[in-house]
């Protein structure tokens, strides 16, 4: 039976919704009010509604007006927030990788977390490293900076459009982390630049201090023989070389000629006025002999370079 007007009381049920009406780019769009209060602190707030009084939102000549929100990322996220029973059923939304964006972005603005942290769970599946740390930059995602930084740097085939896309900044600082932890290549050999001090020099052969700090009671305090820059034991860039091999069965272990060393600030042979010292080993029993370096360096890591280059862009 149908309460007729006057035949007891009516109660509201919970599905008995107000709605609101919210002017976007001179389009309104009108919405139940508790889905959003619901989703966002801030909407909660702005619809506050003072006892027995009237409010923006509530007729069309007097909509709420969100400025500087563009429509299209507007009406992404209200297809969040009002899904349908198709969305609801497929676990899944109807929204473009460039609709996600916009809602995620709006999620961040008025704190809907889950919403946002949706937004980043479906975009990392179908972002490129690229992607990732062009738009990890603008949002402030960390994870995306990283894992994209780390995809580029591990791409063999990197494109000049990835690294024009992420911007200079990032380029540059990407660059780099593949020059630093660059990997030899099928042959064991590499030819980019890696510097090290003297102590970082061994003997092939009987593994001792190829450059001892000490020569009886007398430092050693050597000079580059073409420039004759000083050149402390303990300093760890005096020296580099473009010419190494890798040790078999031997972790950061490489084999270097001496006169493939270089002065880190002539860019020659130091060898010339130290062949005496340098290329033969002190401490070996084939004293006399030229004996080939053995090079230890350990390479950084592609995460610990990361954290050094992108220390606030990965810090959520």
């Given at each position: 039976?149908?309460?007729?007007?006057?035949?007891?009381?009516?109660?509201?049920?919970?599905?008995?919704?107000?709605?609101?009406?919210?002017?976007?780019?001179?389009?309104?769009?009108?919405?139940?009010?508790?889905?959003?209060?619901?989703?966002?602190?801030?909407?909660?707030?702005?619809?506050?509604?003072?006892?027995?009084?009237?409010?923006?939102?509530?007729?069309?000549?007097?909509?709420?007006?969100?400025?500087?929100?563009?429509?299209?990322?507007?009406?992404?996220?209200?297809?969040?927030?009002?899904?349908?029973?198709?969305?609801?059923?497929?676990?899944?939304?109807?929204?473009?990788?460039?609709?996600?964006?916009?809602?995620?972005?709006?999620?961040?603005?008025?704190?809907?977390?889950?919403?946002?942290?949706?937004?980043?769970?479906?975009?990392?599946?179908?972002m490129?490293?690229?992607?990732?740390?062009?738009?990890?930059?603008?949002?402030?995602?960390?994870?995306?900076?990283?894992?994209?930084?780390?995809?580029?740097?591990?791409?063999?085939?990197?494109?000049?459009?990835?690294?024009?896309?992420?911007?200079?900044?990032?380029?540059?600082?990407?660059?780099?982390?593949?020059?630093?932890?660059?990997?030899?290549?099928?042959?064991g050999?590499?030819?980019?630049?890696?510097?090290?001090?003297?102590?970082?020099?061994?003997?092939?052969?009987?593994?001792?201090?190829?450059?001892?700090?000490?020569?009886?009671?007398?430092?050693?305090?050597?000079?580059?023989?073409?420039?004759?820059?000083?050149?402390?034991?303990?300093?760890?860039?005096?020296?580099?070389?473009?010419?190494?091999?890798?040790?078999?069965?031997?972790?950061?272990e490489?084999?270097?000629?001496?006169?493939?060393?270089?002065?880190?600030e002539?860019?020659?042979?130091?060898?010339?006025?130290?062949?005496?010292?340098?290329d033969?080993?002190?401490?070996?029993p084939?004293?006399?002999?030229?004996?080939?370096?053995?090079?230890?360096?350990?390479?950084?890591?592609?995460?610990?370079?990361?954290?050094?280059?992108?220390?606030?862009?990965?810090?959520?």
């Amino acid at each position: 039976m149908i309460n007729q007007p006057g035949q007891g009381s009516q109660t509201k049920s919970s599905f008995y919704w107000d709605h609101v009406i919210i002017e976007v780019e001179r389009t309104l769009v009108r919405v139940p009010r508790q889905g959003l209060i619901e989703a966002s602190p801030i909407f909660a707030d702005l619809f506050t509604l003072p006892p027995g009084g009237r409010q923006e939102g509530d007729t069309d000549s007097e909509p709420i007006r969100l400025d500087g929100v563009k429509k299209v990322d507007f009406e992404a996220l209200l297809k969040v927030v009002f899904p349908t029973s198709a969305n609801i059923t497929s676990g899944t939304f109807d929204l473009t990788k460039k609709e996600w964006l916009g809602a995620m972005k709006l999620a961040a603005m008025w704190e809907m977390g889950h919403i946002r942290l949706h937004a980043i769970q479906v975009l990392s599946a179908s972002m490129t490293p690229a992607e990732k740390v062009t738009h990890g930059l603008e949002h402030g995602i960390g994870r995306w900076v990283r894992d994209g930084v780390k995809g580029l740097v591990e791409d063999s085939q990197i494109s000049l459009e990835d690294l024009l896309s992420v911007g200079a900044d990032a380029a540059s600082r990407i660059l780099w982390i593949r020059q630093k932890t660059s990997s030899l290549s099928g042959d064991g050999s590499s030819t980019r630049r890696w510097e090290f001090g003297l102590a970082s020099l061994k003997c092939m052969h009987c593994d001792a201090d190829f450059c001892p700090p000490t020569v009886g009671a007398h430092t050693l305090r050597f000079q580059c023989g073409a420039c004759q820059f000083p050149q402390d034991y303990v300093d760890m860039r005096l020296l580099y070389t473009e010419k190494i091999k890798t040790i078999p069965g031997r972790e950061n272990e490489f084999e270097v000629h001496p006169f493939d060393l270089r002065c880190s600030e002539c860019a020659r042979c130091p060898l010339p006025s130290l062949a005496s010292i340098v290329d033969r080993c002190y401490s070996c029993p084939q004293k006399g002999k030229k004996c080939m370096i053995k090079l230890t360096m350990t390479r950084p890591s592609v995460d610990e370079m990361i954290m050094e280059l992108f220390p606030t862009e990965v810090d959520e």
